[in-house]
């Protein structure tokens, strides 16, 4: 069973960073692309970033690019998200989500950018 | 900057046949834009129904279903259910990124 959990969320205040973990299991994790996608409180899902199996290519949405980083750990099956610059507009639930296009999802870990 | 269309909301009584879809603000949806669709309910992760403009993801009925209609992906729930009631989502793959539509709320009365 293919079971992804999302740690790291929590409050941060404008302009601070925050790194966001998904332990991965059920799979054979080096095989799957990852993405994360939020979804703003009352809003509807947005993708924000894709990384390859190898971890060698990654792409990310414009409202995030040059300040969010996806990596991931395929010895620890983890991915992981490095978030900076945080701005109240990132505020969401970040969720990990398996495979291009998305099969599996996290439940989810709630990010909130406020001072 | 691609906008992925869905209706805001739609209604369907239960038992009846509902189709939602998924478009550009320029262009047609094609298969080449693996279209797929997610289901939501509230303070719950997305479920995905569809992927791939037609497969239907493990576990989801023959209910609901997944095409291109004219110049845009659609999804079909045939029979209607109370707990169909949900958010869905489409998403469409633009080479590099993907793009989701803004969600369609639908009600089942």
Redesign the interface.
């Known amino acids: 069973e293919v079971q992804l959990l999302e740690s790291g969320g929590g409050l941060v205040q404008p302009g601070g960073s925050l790194r966001l973990s998904c332990a991965a299991a059920g799979f054979i994790f080096n095989t799957d692309a990852m993405?994360w996608?939020r979804q703003a409180p009352g809003k509807?899902?947005?993708?924000v970033s894709?990384i390859s199996g190898s971890g060698d290519d990654t792409?990310?949405?414009?409202s995030v690019k040059g300040r969010f980083t996806i990596s991931r750990d395929n010895s620890k099956n983890t991915l992981y998200l490095q978030m900076n610059s945080l701005r109240a507009e990132d505020t969401a639930i970040y969720?990990c989500a398996k495979g291009?296009?998305?099969?599996?999802?996290?439940?989810?870990t709630l990010v909130t950018v406020s001072s | 900057q691609t906008v992925v269309t869905q209706e805001p909301s739609f209604s369907v009584s239960p038992g009846g046949t509902v189709t939602l879809t998924c478009g550009l603000s320029s262009g047609s949806v094609s298969t080449n834009y693996y279209p797929t669709w997610y289901r939501q309910t509230p303070g719950r992760a997305p479920r995905t129904l569809i992927y791939s403009t037609t497969s239907r993801s493990s576990g989801v009925p023959d209910r609901f279903s997944g095409s291109i209609l004219g110049n845009k992906a659609a999804l079909t729930i045939t029979g209607a259910q109370t707990d169909d009631e949900s958010d869905y989502y489409c998403v469409l793959y633009m080479g590099s990124y993907w793009v989701f539509g803004g969600g369609t709320k639908l009600t089942v009365l």
């Open positions: 993405n996608v509807g899902l947005e993708w894709l792409y990310y949405a414009d969720y291009s296009p998305f099969g599996y999802w996290g439940q989810g």
